[in-house]
T-cell receptor, first 112, second 113 residues
Framework: KQEVTQIPAALSVPEGENLVLNCSFTDSAIYNLQWFRQDPGKGLTSLLLIQSSQREQTSGRLNASLDKSSGRSTLYIAASQPGDSATYLCAVLMDSSYKLIFGSGTRLLVRP | NAGVTQTPKFQVLKTGQSMTLQCAQDMNHEYMSWYRQDPGMGLRLIHYSVGAGITDQGEVPNGYNVSRSTTEDFPLRLLSAAPSQTSVYFC????????????FGAGSRLTVL
């Protein structure tokens, strides 16, 4: 059974710092991996999707990498801002079916 | 284009009551799904549908029913609410298969007393 883990559960950094969020999964036979952002009381917003054949994806200050063999993904946030404060969740899809398996998220606070 | 719309945003029920959480999308997405989010547990899939008339169970389907009579709507029914169903419920949809991103609704917070 696939398990997705995100460590740490919470992270507090000063504004301007570059930071890395971690996601690990137990079964490397994934179809893709997705990173989401969730603001308090809101739904999830898709940030980046990495197909199993890809190594990384970039969007603005965000860069997500994928290493299937080690069962790891990282989300790199450059020059963090207070507006980046949110919970970040990763999720894996095992095949082209319709079931995403989510980690429990990392709650990020960027202090001004 | 409203995206994914969920109603109600908040609901309080007594144990044993029934209710329906509504989900509608205006993006002509074939796939729709319901998740529940509990503290420290991430999101877990309840039910999903790949098109009108087609539904299937996810990870935690017990106590919930769904139907998909139209492409736009995917209601989630709680038949006899239990305190263990206290949670935040999210509806999500996407076009095509898992290669495409999910669009989430804003969530419905349900409390069962």
């Amino acid at each position: 059974k696939q398990e997705v883990t995100q460590i740490p559960a919470a992270l507090s950094v000063p504004e301007g710092e570059n930071l890395v969020l971690n996601c690990s999964f137990t079964d490397s036979a994934i179809y893709n991996l997705q990173w989401f952002r969730q603001d308090p009381g809101k739904g999830l917003t898709s940030l980046l999707l990495i197909q199993s054949s890809q190594r990384e994806q970039t969007s603005g200050r965000l860069n997500a990498s994928l290493d299937k063999s080690s069962g790891r993904s990282t989300l790199y946030i450059a020059a963090s801002q207070p507006g980046d404060s949110a919970t970040y969740l990763c999720a894996v899809l095992m095949d082209s079916s319709y079931k995403l398996i989510f980690g429990s998220g990392t709650r990020l606070l960027v202090r001004p | 284009n409203a995206g994914v719309t969920q109603t109600p945003k908040f609901q309080v029920l007594k144990t044993g009551q029934s209710m329906t959480l509504q989900c509608a999308q205006d993006m002509n997405h074939e796939y729709m799904s319901w998740y529940r989010q509990d503290p420290g547990m991430g999101l877990r899939l309840i039910h999903y549908s790949v098109g009108a008339g087609i539904t299937d169970q996810g990870e935690v389907p017990n106590g919930y029913n769904v139907s998909r009579s139209t492409t736009e709507d995917f209601p989630l029914r709680l038949l006899s609410a239990a305190p263990s169903q206290t949670s935040v419920y999210f509806c999500a949809s996407r076009v095509g298969d898992g290669a495409n991103v999910l669009t989430f609704g804003a969530g419905s917070r349900l409390t069962v007393l």
